[in-house]
Nanobody, 119 residues
């Protein structure tokens, strides 16, 4: 029933790194783009990074050059390597599947994983 499971969050000091992982079911992962979103308290969920089935990537301006999204199609997993973390990166991070050239989001949200960056 659970289609997406995020893990890897934690508490890290500014400048540190974390690696987030998302395990997806084959039905939601196969042939689709995948994305990471984040939501800070009192804020809307925002798109952080996405990767197509072929490996093309896009990033939010706020994380460009610091975060790297990748995927393993054999394992149905998507990862987000986060370097040079800032307090502004503090949020709950979620993964999701996207379909078509419009990258429409599909499926249910997972529980997310908390990332907290201290000064």
């Amino acid at each position: 029933q659970v289609q997406l499971v995020e893990s890897g969050g934690g508490l890290v000091q500014a400048g540190g790194s974390l690696r987030l992982s998302c395990a997806a079911s084959g039905s939601i992962f196969s042939g689709n783009a995948m994305a990471w979103y984040r939501q800070a308290p009192g804020k809307q969920r925002e798109l952080v990074a996405r990767i197509t089935s072929g490996g093309s990537t896009n990033y939010a301006d706020s994380v460009q050059g610091r975060f790297t999204i990748s995927r393993d199609n054999a394992k149905n997993t998507v990862t987000l390597q986060m370097n040079s973390l800032k307090p502004e990166d503090t949020a709950v991070y979620y993964c999701s599947a996207l379909i078509g050239y419009t990258y429409a989001r599909i499926g249910s949200w997972g529980q997310g994983t908390q990332v907290t960056v201290s000064l």
